[in-house]
């Protein structure tokens, strides 16, 4: 129920990122640099969120402890969405519901005994012109 009010207060204030000075991970998905190793937020073609972890040189590594909560959607009716492993990264247990340009909310927690690391953003799947990335992971910040 926290959850679902901080999502529905997000909405309510408007303090979602924009896509300013997003970096692209080696998927072309959006690139969460304030958790270490950074994570790689990517939408499958299947409509599954699919999480890369990556080091400081890009190259992917294998998930290890972290706990990762993705909550999507409608705004009067949010999906949250848990993950496991599988081939060397976070496969979300569900699939993002039918539509675009939903407001997302990424949890993500790097050890057991670290605090959770939020990341906001609009999960807006149409191609930049620009960057040639889905717009919730465009680079060039048109």
Known sequence: ???????LLLIATGTLAFGHNVQSGPNGGRLITTVTPHAEFFLTTD???QITFVNEAGQAV??????VKVTTGQRSAPTTLTFSAKDG???SEGEVPTGNKFPTVVQIK???DAKTVVERFYLNTIVCSGCDNPEYACTCGH
């Not at 129920?1 to 999502?7: D, I, N, R, V, W």
């Not at 294998?62 to 706990?67: D, G, T």
């Open 62 to 67: 294998s998930p290890a402890n972290q706990v």
């Open 110 to 112: 790097p050890t057991p």
């Open 89 to 91: 990264v976070l496969l």
């Open 47 to 49: 409509r599954l969120i």
């Open 1 to 7: 129920m926290k959850l679902l009010s901080s999502f």
